[in-house]
Nanobody, 114 residues
């Protein structure tokens, strides 16, 4: 399974970029589908995910600012990011968790400039 993330770059604070993650396999019947991030010197953390039931979970730090969505026909997940803060600077990884395996994308760096 291959995951190709895109949409990162240098963004102004309060900007609103959108990350995309194209998956080489279907993303409908999965245990989890979502986004994680790793800031410099910190552990990787959950940002936003779809659970198997289709519900969403968000990190407290991004609630109300980030929105996860997916297009199952295109096998693509998205992360709409609004009102970015310098603390959102990180490498963002997409992840898909099937019954038979878990896979990560290569990560896309988002740098928020103030």
């Amino acid at each position: 399974v291959q995951l190709q993330a895109s949409g990162g770059g240098v963004v102004q604070a309060r900007g609103s970029p959108r990350l995309s993650c194209a998956c080489s396999k279907g993303i409908l019947n999965v245990n989890r589908l979502g986004w994680y991030r790793q800031a410099p010197g910190k552990e990787r953390e959950l940002v936003a995910i779809f659970t198997r039931s289709g519900s969403t979970n968000y990190a407290d730090s991004v609630k109300g600012r980030f929105t996860i969505s997916r297009d199952v026909l295109r096998n693509t997940a998205y992360l709409e990011m609004n009102n970015l803060e310098p603390e959102d600077t990180a490498v963002y990884y997409c992840n898909v968790d099937y019954e038979w395996g878990r896979f990560w994308g290569q990560g896309t760096l988002v740098t928020v400039s103030s």
